[in-house]
């Protein structure tokens, strides 16, 4: 799915199972972003060597290649990039910490919530030290 004929920042969208790809694909249109979604590590990478993303949303948990290994293989500097998980483990965050991965958001989160994270991720800058 994808709206990237918008005006708004582009969000690449990563999640293995449809129905939060979906949803997550409709919040961040309704707010006005332009979206690329990817259903696993895999196809996220491909799409950002396609084109530019202000924000990477991506499930840390994933069949093929997980979020935590995309994030690795992105090279810097990569996007923000805010990982979702319901369940990570100790060991998966500590290597998106050291991937320099923006945020780590524990399902369920709202959507308010989401959309303020990616607003602080967009207005974030690598000079002001506030981006990971």
Known sequence: MSDLDAVGPAVLVVDDEAGMRDTLTDIFIDAGYRVSSAGDGFEALDRLREGHFDVVIMDMRMPGKDGVSTLEEMGPP??????????????????????????????????????????????ATPEDGTRQ
Not at 95 to 102: D, P
């Open 78 to 123: 990569p996007p923000p990039v805010i990982m979702i998980t319901a369940y990570a483990v100790d060991e998966q965050l500590r290597r998106a910490a050291a991937s320099h991965a923006y945020a780590v958001l524990h399902k369920p989160f709202g959507v308010p919530h989401l959309l303020r994270l990616v607003e602080t991720a967009l207005n």
